[in-house]
Nanobody
Framework: QVQLVESGGGLVQAGNSLRLSCAASGRTFSSYAMGWFRQAPGKEREFVATINWNGGNTYYADSVKGRFTISRDNAKNTVYLQMNSLRPEDTAVYYC?????????????????WGQGTQVTVSS
């Protein structure tokens, strides 16, 4: 069993930055691929970014490419999402998720474990 706890959300003005963290329990974190997803009010959950088990492969949604960076520290069992140049349309609850296959994927249904989410609000 893996538990994921997100942190780092908050209220920021457009153009500013936030870094989200997701701390994972368990000894097998380093073998998992990790992903970030988000869900805005009234909208479906959408893929944001993913990183493979060793950090050597990443993939981003077009909407965040060039602004967001996903990274991981396997020694700390933590994955990060650095969000720069934030826009009001980035406002959402952000979730981290773990995929035991270890490979990057944009498909939410392939992730077995999910965190509780952290709210990010970007004001204009």
């Amino acid at each position: 069993q893996v538990q994921l706890v997100e942190s780092g959300g908050g209220l920021v003005q457009a153009g500013n930055s936030l870094r989200l963290s997701c701390a994972a329990s368990g000894r097998t974190f380093s073998s998992y691929a990790m992903g970030w997803f988000r869900q805005a009010p009234g909208k479906e959950r959408e893929f944001v970014a993913t990183i493979n088990w060793n950090g050597g492969n990443t993939y981003y949604a077009d909407s965040v490419k060039g602004r967001f960076t996903i990274s991981r520290d396997n020694a700390k069992n933590t994955v990060y999402l650095q969000m720069n140049s934030l826009r009001p349309e980035d406002t959402a609850v952000y979730y981290c998720a773990a995929d035991t296959s270890g490979q990057v994927t944009t498909k939410g249904y392939l992730y077995e474990y999910w965190g509780q989410g952290t709210q990010v609000t970007v004001s204009s």
